[in-house]
């Protein structure tokens, strides 16, 4: 196994455990889902696949035991459970439940068998028994038709499965309801895929190999193949769940960052708005803790900036060149407030507050948060680009 190889297993490794550790508490709270029952199985199952497969794991279980390469099977039967598990999740996901529940007990009975046999069949060929490396193991073995046999029935297993999760996620990732769970199906798709991909590459070896071939410059690729697909399916998987999230997250520092220029310049002139100081300029990028509620808290102290400021506000008038803005559009407001703030600053007379309608100056507290966000965030960034009349 390369370098590559070596890192992208210590990957899905980690990642497969990863994923079970972060959906433990909802299964614990939610234990009688059927659904999320099978996506536990299915993360922890993948990630104990990839383990067992670290050579440092996979010596210490071989001495323990007592058999070179029982790593071999656990690898199998890790994937012919994460298979079943995949089926499971998919049934539940595809179906009304009074169809889920039978169809997905039969498909587990139907898994369970097949992994009795392998086991068996395992341990009848005397693979267990084999002593030379991780990588040439299987190959050694296949020039014995038994071996190769057990080699393909495990391959049909793990490539059936793939093909019913290729044709689902096809046929419903076009009319997912969300982003994130059409993103999912697509990136499970492509996994699985690759992991059909695998199953072909492990075949013809079988098969080359029984024809007297020789089959090890493969080997890289099947490795490759496996886990670029498992990282898919894992992504895939998850991606539901804490994709939304994370966009959000993400929209939300975004709008914290556009939304600093005004709040900077309304802070430095209204300094009693703000709770808390501007934090220091090289350090005005890093996401601050309690991220909504400090996005909040701009958008409050970037409206209170605008009610101290009202007195100083003009009529609509032009840019220093070219035709007056449109009404109420952000550059026209960000135009207001550079003036305003400059009046402020200058000691220019007070002058009677106006009364517009201004959807920046006029706080409406029945519109949604996003709404009143993104509407500053415009402003804001018009404000970073006008220049400062006099």
């Known amino acids: 196994m390369g370098a590559v190889n070596t890192f992208l297993v210590h990957l899905c490794a980690g990642a497969g455990l990863a994923a079970f550790l972060y959906r433990l508490p909802e299964l614990v709270r939610r ?10 199985v299915y993360f922890l199952a993948t990630g104990l696949c990839f383990l067992v497969n670290v050579a440092w794991m996979r010596s210490a279980i ?9 790593t071999t099977v656990m690898t199998h039967a890790a994937v012919v459970v994460f298979s079943a598990a995949q089926q499971v999740v998919l049934i539940h996901w595809s179906r009304p439940p009074e169809e889920a529940g039978p169809s997905a007990r039969r498909r ?3 898994f369970q068998s ?7 069949m395992y341990f009848l060929v005397d693979l267990h028994q084999l002593r030379v490396s991780a990588d040439g193991t299987l190959l050694h073995g296949m020039r014995e038709v038994e071996n190769a046999a057990y080699m393909l029935l495990y391959l049909a297993v793990c490539a059936g499965g793939q093909v019913d999760v290729l044709r689902t996620c096809r046929r419903y990732a076009g009319i997912a309801h969300s982003r994130a769970l059409r993103m999912g199906l697509v990136a499970v798709g492509v996994g699985a895929a690759s992991l059909l991909s695998y199953c072909a590459i492990r075949g013809f070896q079988v098969v080359g190999t029984q024809l007297g071939w020789d089959m090890s410059p493969l080997e890289p690729f099947y490795w490759t193949f496996a886990c670029v697909g498992s990282l898919l399916e894992l992504f895939g998987l998850t ?34 708005v703000a709770l808390e100081p501007p934090p220091p300029t090289g350090l005005r990028w890093m996401p601050p803790v309690r991220l909504e509620y ?4 701009r958008v409050i102290e970037i409206l209170d900036g605008c009610v101290e400021l009202r007195p100083y506000l003009t009529d609509r008038f032009c840019g220093p060149r070219g035709p007056a803005v449109t009404e109420d559009s952000p550059v026209d407001e960000a135009l207001h407030l550079h003036r305003a703030l400059h009046e402020r600053a200058t000691g220019a007379p007070i002058r009677l507050p106006r009364d517009d309608g201004s959807p920046l100056l006029t706080v409406n507290r ?10 500053l965030v415009q402003v804001s960034t018009a ?6 009349i006099p």
């Open 31 to 40: 234990w009688v889902d059927p659904t999320l029952r099978a996506l536990g």
């Open 62 to 70: 071989a001495d323990l035991l007592g058999y070179p390469e029982i």
């Open 114 to 120: 097949v992994l009795l046999v392998l086991v068996c």
């Open 108 to 110: 587990i009975l139907a």
């Open 366 to 375: 029945e519109a949604a948060f996003a709404e009143e966000v993104a509407w």
């Open 294 to 297: 400090k996005l909040y808290r």
């Open 383 to 388: 404000f970073a680009r006008v220049r400062r």
């Open 239 to 272: 991606v539901p769940s804490w994709g939304p999230a994370t966009r959000l997250w993400w929209a939300n520092y975004r709008s914290y960052l556009r939304l600093y220029p005004l709040w900077r310049a309304i802070y430095l002139e209204i300094p009693t």
